[in-house]
């Protein structure tokens, strides 16, 4: 499967935003009410402002497959990023969760970020109970690096992993 990377539109964030995920992913769903037009437009602006980062990943038609983040829209509040790399924020479409592509869009996330930003280090950030996210990262060669508990939210339980980038390395 092919992935075009592309800057995020309104309608690609609309899609996204509206996304509904099952227990107990639906803590990735983006807003609590879909009839609401007020925040379903706050939440397509948060991800139109040019500091999120956020990127579209598409296939040859156009259709949204995921969504990426970059910097400290993928950090969660708690844990120390005080150490130099590069966040990494990604949301699967929720029909293709769950189905063994993780892999792919890791692999596709991590190729772009090492193109774009060039660094010496990338990191994510996942919950706990994410056993999914956590093997797919963690077979892409990202470590735990630290435990932690958010400070926000419902204070779970999160892993920061990363993944340090060789000089020579131009892609995963």
């Not at 592509?101 to 990191?123: C, E, H, N, Y």
């Not at 990262?137 to 419902?154: D, E, K, L, P, S």
Request: charged share 20%.
């Amino acid at each position: 499967m092919d992935h075009l990377f592309l800057p995020v539109t309104a309608a690609a964030a609309r899609q996204f935003v509206l996304w509904v995920y099952e227990p107990p992913y639906d803590v990735y769903n983006m807003v609590d009410d879909q009839n609401d037009p007020n925040l379903v437009d706050a939440a397509v602006n948060y991800f139109l402002d040019p500091e999120i980062d956020c990127y579209v990943m598409a296939d040859e038609d156009g259709k949204v497959l995921a969504f990426c983040t970059f910097g400290d829209d993928a950090q969660v509040p708690g844990g120390d990023y005080s150490l130099e790399a590069v966040d990494i924020g990604l949301g699967v479409r929720p029909d293709l969760t769950g189905r063994g592509l993780g892999s792919q869009f890791v692999t596709a996330v991590t190729r772009f970020a090492i193109l774009v930003f060039q660094p010496d280090t990338l990191r994510v950030t996942i919950a706990a109970f994410n056993e999914r996210a956590l093997r797919v990262w963690m077979r892409q060669g990202f470590v735990v690096v630290q435990q932690f508990t958010a400070t926000v939210g419902n204070k779970w339980p999160f892993y920061i992993l990363e993944k340090e980038i060789p000089d020579t390395e131009e892609g995963v």
